[in-house]
Nanobody
Framework: VQFVESGGGLVQPGGSLRLSCAAS????????MHWWRQAPGKEREWVAH????????NYADSVKGRFTISRDNAKNTVYLQMSSLKPEDTAVYFC???????WGQGTQVTVSS
């Protein structure tokens, strides 16, 4: 089981980024998928999750209305569209299926002017 996150980068406040998470070693269509993030010096925090079919999506209050999680089961890939980015969104972002595999390397998102 492996998770490979990509799409991070440096963006100005108010900007947007789209993160991708390519999963391998299992079929994501049978699992809720989650995005997490970890800012420097802080604990990892849950950001969002999406149900197997995509019909249920939940978000942390800190990102609600700005981030959108989606999935493409045919590609075994999960996405996180981030808009109206704030400096406090700066973190390494990870995706995961609960109880499966280990954390990937994550992708760095830096929001700064």
């Amino acid at each position: 089981v492996q998770f490979v996150e990509s799409g991070g980068g440096l963006v100005q406040p108010g900007g947007s980024l789209r993160l991708s998470c390519a999963a391998s070693g299992f079929t994501i269509s049978r699992h809720y998928m989650h995005w997490w993030r970890q800012a420097p010096g802080k604990e990892r925090e849950w950001v969002a999750h999406i149900s197997m079919s995509g019909g249920i999506r939940n978000y942390a209050d800190s990102v609600k209305g700005r981030f959108t999680i989606s999935r493409d089961n045919a590609k075994n890939t999960v996405y996180l569209q981030m808009s109206s980015l704030k400096p406090e969104d700066t973190a390494v972002y990870f995706c995961k299926a609960a109880g499966l595999g280990s954390w990937g390397q994550g992708t760095q998102v830096t929001v700064s002017s």
